[in-house]
């Protein structure tokens, strides 16, 4: 380390030596190469020592100084280096969509005083929010939405008096929210910033009355999916520019404040999904309401109230589950923007009259679970969806079409897509590539649109989409951004109630954008440049990686080439370069030399079966022990409330960790002998395998004679819940491919990664869960056995699993092979495409699709057979029959003949591009709905395997004490 003087001296000397020969300034010179050097790669023409002379991509100069930096969906990995403090003049820092791009966000980047937009939309970063930056006195713009940051926000970030926009959602963000405490300043200070967007974090505590006050300017309050508890301040009512405020699925309880109604022009109003008490709220005189939902709180009972009829902007009003009685007035229905009534689970009852007068716009009325005892439907017919199960008009094996439970009956509505017109057939288009609007192949920059309160509720609707294209359309030709057409698709309403919709931006008169249109759109948008009609509410954009022409030719970890030009210097640079290479190679010959193989793994160690004493507790290495009372307390004591699932082997609650964490406690029947072998096997299994499509177990109890399980939560239910209507998910071709795609490599991690090998027993798609993204996880491991080393591949054993996904070679043999597995996939493939039980009423849904395959047809004449919510159009169904041949072979009868997971794997990704659904990463098809994922590196798409690849699996010892 004696050398390190001299190479700060010769260092400063070539800064200076750069700073004579280029343009632009040394310090920004070299605080933007150590940005890049902490980088897994940079813009093509980042070559040399001149950013601002040579114009390089993504870099903005104002005369020799680097005021912007802007690379947004650019792919970058690695971190953000503490050298962002060298640019004191930048202003605007963009680094959004870079999925790979994380690691703590350096607390130098408070020197930056000049800073207005620091925006990392979408990256990973993580740890906590730096207080330094409370010293960005400049900044206006603050988007560190759909990180990983953790810990508190800080109190300082009350001192950003510019401050515009303000957005932290989707992060894991713990603690309360600051306010002023006669000393330090608090979010309550922030009298310029129009919005506060903290959804989706772990913040708690009440929510402070001190933090609202007549000052403020906030239009958009976003605290919704917290844990916040407490009643509403008072306060809120100060907030008279509100137009959007959410609530929505906190734990807030007490009653809502009366003076709410003071928020005159609040559009949107999200409470559902608390404790909420008293009358409910009188919002009469709220005239620019268009979006209401309080469901699911537990108000008084009451009587219809008067403002139902007189609020003139109403679009959408859920009231679920609130005790809500009496008849329903005429006139709601004839509200004259009215789009969706969800009001299941109340007490109207009397006739239901919808007059001749009914809205225009009307699409459903949910009445589930109400009183109704007769219907009047005046004039016109409505035939819309009207849903009255469940009502004493109903109870008499009534055959309305309003009496069929709603996902059966109910006509699929074709959700908006924008239309491509072509006049001739549509060119087939390179993988890589889609076809546009305007019936041309190229390349789109493509991400999604999240909106956080949409206005409306319908989605079938030109009428509320087409604007939104046009707008774009326009907005997009003024900043003067090379877009030709603009492609939207797929909307839906998220778990977190956002409505997400798939955008695809079209480059004009070319088929691929460059880097710096790259740039510019993904800032546009980024940035909020971008404004979309105002009744698609605040929004975000989560782009997604851009493939480049360049980065097809140039392979990503070419680096510019400074070299020669150093030499040219000074000799004392020649020595340098003598000194950094030989400090390179020593690095990379350190960094190359083979991590110590961890020992391999035990074969499993047996426990006492029939002791379920503490004494045999096992101990594992990443899966932690809860006590009985731990348990008990996350889950409010086992609360109703809490309980989200259940089977044979017991309960499923729900609870939330001190730490924040949501999880799954999975509770056993007591004193089943069969219950505790399954129990111990889970554990032992699933605490040495990791991967994204593997569920993750967060630890277990043995306490007081009781077994349980903790899982990570995993929002979204079922697979078999989402096919069945049941859970809200919809499910297209291309999301149901991803699934099957997510599933596929989790089993196939199973068996071809995972030491010793596991077959899973019962795959199913009871057993496959998605979360917050959709990405499949494999669960349940109760039946799984591994296949240890001597069995050469297989094991005798007995016969388990679940009738109509069980091979019958296994089940003829009793040999357990990993192809027992792929049989029981192959069913579920088919599963996903009929969206039929594989076995029921005698029908096996493999006989019936081998019978009915005809590959001369179109959709080998599978026509009667599919799902009919995937519509049954061959160019909607892109892929279906090599998706079919697929399944076909996973369930031929002999193992032998069925390829294994692996090579399935790589079938759907190939049928996944041929629906459009895969970019050309082999991973890329779950990356579309899964921002969070990484970067391909194997076909198996993981992120942790290949660091037990060595052999190495997470020893996962089990010893009894
Ligand atoms: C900060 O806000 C509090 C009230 O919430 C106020 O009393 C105090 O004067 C404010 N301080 C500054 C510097 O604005
Ligand atoms: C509907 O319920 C209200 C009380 O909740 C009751 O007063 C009224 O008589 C009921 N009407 C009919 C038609 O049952």
Redesign the pocket.
Known sequence: MELSPWLVFLFSVLVQAFAILADTNGRDNAGLSGIADSWNKKPSNWNGIDPCGDKWIGITCTGNRITAIRLSSFGLSGTLSGDIQSLSELQNLDLSYNKDLGGPLPSSIGALSNLENLILVGCSFSGEIPKELGQLSKLIFLSLNSNKFSGPIPASLGNLSKLYWFDLADNKLTGGLPVFDGINLGLDNLTNTKHFHFGINLLSGPIPSEIFNSHMKLIHLLLDNNNFSGSIPPTLGLLNPLEVLRFDNNKLTGPVPSNINNLTKLAELHLENNQLTGPLPDLTGMNALSFVDMSNNTFNAS?SPAWFTTLPSLTSLFLENLRI???LPQALFSLPAIQTLRLRGN?F???LTIGSDFGTQLQLIDLQGN?I?AITVGGSQYSKTLILVGNPICVAGSNERYCTPPGQSNPTTKLYATTKNCSALPPTCLSNQLLSPTCSCAVPYTGTLFFRSPSFSDLSSPANFVPLEQDMKSQFTKFNVPVGSISIHDPFFDSNNNLQLSLELFPSGKIQFGEQDISELGFLLSNQTYKPPSKFGPYFFIGKQYTFASDVIIPSKSKPNRLPLIIGISVGGAVLVVIVLALVIVIARRKRKPRQTEERSQSFVSWDMKSTSASTIPQLRGARTFTFDELKRITNNFSEANDIGNGGYGKVYRGTLPSGQLVAVKRSQQGSLQGSLEFRTEIELLSRVHHKNVVSLVGFCLDQGEQMLVYEYIPNGTLKESLTGKSGVRLDWRRRLRVVLGAAKGIAYLHELADPPIVHRDIKSSNVLLDERLNAKVSDFGLSKPLGEDSRGQVTTQVKGTMGYLDPEYYMTQQLTEKSDVYSFGVLMLEMVTARKPLERGRYVVREVKAAVDRTKDLYGLHALLDPALGASSSALAGLEQYVDLALRCVEEAGADRPSMGEAVGEIERILKMAGGGGTGPDSASNSMSYASRTPRHPYGGDSPFEYSGGGMPSSRVEPK
């Open positions: 009587d009685s009496g008849q007490r009852n009397g006739t009183q005892t």
